[in-house]
């Protein structure tokens, strides 16, 4: 394994080709019925990366990815890397006016789209005529997916651009750790927004720095990263590629030598602890409680259905989970680590927070800051531990460029601090006697009610064990008295007997102060999210005022 030729630089490409071929024939990833090695893997890249060439596709290019899970978003990713372009993450679920403005945004020159998503496509006001090259993907098992289907003219089948290229390398001069590293954000209080790592950043910020499980420490040379191949390891991340969750990881994974296995359609608690057994998971990744809730009631159900002994450890991402979720996971997978992580698209990895069964848990997650990671008041002081003051959670080192066409709210996240430049996302905490940081939420989705600052989180993490709750997020809305009043917008566990404001009050009492209690209750047949379980606050406000209005409120 040393004999190997070490990667020239800490780009992806470079990591990745120095990498495979130690692991040839190793499985890489799992996504439904698809299989690939590494050697398959990156073979079926190369031709991709011959094929966008032939189109015009180069250094700097963007290359949108309108997929689900499937084996071609990563073959995609490692194709536009070895160009030097840059693949760009989007959500399937947006509307051709969303997705419109996504490609104008990122500049995207080329689109790889699943055929069940063709409809939106073909919807994009002003048209996709201006692509180099449009590729269309057979989902993986198409029995798991809904989507509209539409022909689009000049696209190319995917498989046949394949089968038409060479598989040998693609070699593009000028590779280095510089190359850029895009990924948008969800944008559920907003547009979406791209941001921009360099590639070297991203590597030791986002995806490990060589280090998947954080437990030996990053690499200090690319080189290193040949000898931390591992002897064998099972991923299964519960969130879809287009986001951070599932992207970090897989590639944290992809380049230690460990397989990842993809749900390839909608969450199914069963299926998925089919595939823990199938693919001898040994660590598996959800997001939040839209993500988690699902399992652990799939499991009760059947709880002696599954054999997972390979499980070591649940690892949380993206989405806060209630501290009712930890425990009960703890309770239910004794001996395993339950870990709760922190970060966003614009700080990577923050922190974590790990889990056995007895830790006492409240609140959303505290964790131990890195020397790099601290909370500071309005004045760009650090808060002092115990003081009780709420700050902004920032964190210094390796950061990204800023945000693409966006320098106001580039100059606003990232911020110098006595010569350090921090990253200030939004997040409020305040920092505990013994040094620990508790977070509280986001500052954007704060509720100010008769003073009193509430954050949504914390309200949902208690309501949502009511059990007639399915599902719910909280946000204020206009009020005389209050200025705004805290609203639980429910999907009820039973649509026949949903809960009533009283229930939900009197659930929340012996778990929050009166002020946080919801004041108003508006039901709904579904809470959206997004394909990751990430809130939709945007939704959630929308549709607390319309059914405000709707009860004569």
Known sequence: ?????????????????????????????????????????????????????????????????????????????????????VPVNMNHRYTGEELGFLIADSGAVALLVHETLTGAVATVPGGVDHLR???????????????????????????????ASSPDPVATPGRSGDDEYLMYTGGTTGRPKGVQWRQEDAFFACIGGGDPMRLSGPVDEPGQLLERIVPAFSFLPLAPLMHAAAQWTTWSWLLA???????????????????????????????GDAVGRPLVEAWEAEPDRWDVANLFAISNGGAPMSPSLKTRLAELFPGRA????????????????????????????????????????????????????????????????????????????????????????????????????QLLGRGSLCINTGGEKVFPEEVESVLVDHPSVADVLVVGT?????????????????????????????HARAHLAGFKIPKRLVVVDRVVRSPAGKADYRWAQAAAAEGFEATGG
């Open 133 to 163: 090259t449009l590729l269309v993907l057979d989902d993986p098992d198409p029995a798991t997916v809904e989507g509209d289907r539409a022909d689009l003219p000049g696209a190319t089948t995917y498989e046949d651009a394949l089968a």
């Open 1 to 85: 394994m040393n004999d190997a030729a070490a990667p020239a630089s800490y780009n992806f490409a470079d990591l990745w080709e120095a990498v495979w071929p130690l692991v040839s024939d190793r499985e890489a990833l799992v996504c439904g019925p698809q299989r690939r090695t590494y050697a398959q893997l990156a073979e079926r890249a190369n031709r991709l990366a011959h094929h966008l060439r032939a189109a015009g596709v180069g250094p700097g290019d963007r290359i949108g990815l309108f997929l689900r899970n499937d084996a071609g978003y990563l073959e995609a990713m490692i194709a536009a890397f070895s160009l030097r372009a």
């Open 338 to 437: 339950i870990v709760d992580g922190f970060g966003s698209s614009e700080s990577g990895v923050q922190g974590s927070q790990r889990l056995q069964a007895g830790d006492p848990i409240t609140g959303l997650a505290r964790f131990a800051p890195g020397p790099l990671t601290g909370v500071f008041d309005d004045d760009l002081r650090p808060v002092a531990p115990g003081s009780g003051v709420i700050g902004r959670v920032a964190n210094a080192g390796r950061l990204p460029r800023g945000y693409l066409n966006d320098p106001a709210k580039t100059a606003e996240t990232f911020v110098e601090v006595d010569g350090q430049r921090y990253c200030f996302t939004g997040d409020l905490a305040t920092v505990e006697p013994d040094g620990t940081i």
């Open 257 to 287: 030598g460990g397989k990842t296995v993809l749900m390839p359609g909608r969450l199914h608690g069963p299926t998925v602890w089919q595939a823990v057994v199938d693919e001898g998971v040994n660590s598996l990744t959800v997001v």
């Open 478 to 506: 206009p009020d005389e008295r209050w200025g705004s009043a805290v609203t639980a917008v429910v999907e009820p566990a039973d649509a026949d007997a949903p809960p009533s404001l009283d229930d939900l009050r009197e």
